[in-house]
Nanobody, 120 residues
Framework: VQLQASGGGLVQAGGSLRLSCEAS????????TSWFRQAPGKEREFVAA???????TSYADSVKGRFTIARDRAKTVYLQMNSLKPEDTAVYYC???????????????WGQGTLVTVSS
């Protein structure tokens, strides 16, 4: 399966963006999916994850209450980002793994990144 992330852009602080991650080659069948981000000069960090069923989600403390991860089950996973802050500026990557543990730490599958820039 190949992952394609999209939806990044420039937004003012307090605004919203929705990122999408689409699977090609096959569906997300059986895969948990996550989002990571990497800000300039910083290490990549976990943002959010959702199980294959969609019934369980996990968020980094820095985005709880502002970001929501959801999926349409087979092909697309979304990251709705509200109340964006300048510190949310980063390249956002979607990732997938059959393991709920690994998808939040070291996923096997990665998509290319999409840049999110939040201006103050």
């Amino acid at each position: 399966v190949q992952l394609q992330a999209s939806g990044g852009g420039l937004v003012q602080a307090g605004g919203s963006l929705r990122l999408s991650c689409e699977a090609s080659g096959r569906t997300f069948n059986g895969y948990a999916t996550s989002w990571f981000r990497q800000a300039p000069g910083k290490e990549r960090e976990f943002v959010a994850a959702v199980t294959w069923s969609g019934g369980t989600t996990s968020y980094a403390d820095s985005v709880k209450g502002r970001f929501t991860i959801a999926r349409d089950r087979a092909k697309t996973v979304y990251l709705q980002m509200n109340s964006l802050k300048p510190e949310d500026t980063a390249v956002y990557y979607c990732a997938a793994d059959p393991s709920w543990v690994r998808v939040r730490l070291t996923p096997n599958l990665w998509g290319q990144g999409t840049l999110v820039t939040v201006s103050s």
